[in-house]
């Protein structure tokens, strides 16, 4: 597409229930992270993904989070059992390569809300 | 460790009122500096990238500036649609070590 995608947008869940956030990349773009932003914050560093492999996982906050990547495009970011510390927006990146992190393009975020 | 502080949290500014912004940062083995703009409700959105020491790059009314140390943006005569969130980061190998932004404001 002309741009990176996330879905959804807002995402409302209660405390305990796992949610699925998706980010449709640009085409053609070899390189995907995952960013977390809460208020007043910079963003956090969840994940990256080299095609379909994370080389490193370990800025995933715990074991409750977990993401993948298929056919080198979409990814998913899985949250499980929602905490209330969880709430914040969650932003997708991609590049051409790694090696251009700093030239990403980012989607719109999700905002997750845990009540 | 590697950190990234910018400086101030938001800054109110008249239009035609010209100001910078500031990004110190600690980092090992700097890779590149960079500038985005961050409006509500929205991804940043990429302006600049700085590799070296004495580096700057200027786009419309923003200057970016790179020392050792520290970055700086530039910012000339800026109007309303200028307002936004400015957010540094700086290159760790393949990620972004962000800082936490100053909001801008500019009053008509």
């Known amino acids: 597409g002309a741009g990176v995608s996330q879905s959804p947008s807002n995402k409302v869940t209660e405390k305990g229930k796992d949610v699925e956030l998706r980010c449709d990349p640009i085409s053609g773009h070899t390189a995907l992270y995952w960013y977390r932003q809460s208020l007043g914050q910079g963003l956090e560093f969840l994940i990256y993904?080299?095609?379909?492999?994370?080389?490193?996982k370990s800025g995933l906050p715990s074991d409750r989070f977990s993401a993948e990547r298929t056919g080198g495009s979409v990814s998913t970011l899985t949250i499980q059992r929602t905490q209330q510390e969880d709430s914040a927006v969650y932003l997708c990146a991609s590049s051409l390569a790694v090696i251009g992190a700093g030239l990403a393009f980012f989607g719109q975020g999700t905002r997750l809300t845990v009540v | 460790e590697d950190q990234v502080t910018q400086s101030p949290e938001a800054l109110r500014l008249q239009e035609g009122e010209s100001s910078s912004l500031n990004c110190s940062y600690t980092?090992?083995?700097?890779?590149?500096l960079f500038w985005y703009r961050q409006d509500p409700g929205k991804g940043p959105e990429f302006l600049f990238t700085?590799?070296?020491?004495?580096e700057e790059k200027e786009k419309e009314r923003l200057k970016a500036t790179l020392t050792k140390k520290e970055s700086f943006l530039h910012i000339t005569a800026p109007k309303p649609e200028d307002s936004a969130t400015y957010l540094c980061?700086?290159?760790?190998?393949?990620?972004?070590?962000w800082g936490a932004g100053t909001k801008l404001i500019i009053k008509p």
């Open positions: 993904f080299q095609g379909n492999s994370a080389p490193d």
């Open positions: 980092v090992s083995g700097l890779r590149g």
């Open positions: 980061a700086v290159s760790s190998n393949y990620q972004l070590i």
């Open positions: 700085l590799y070296s020491a004495g």
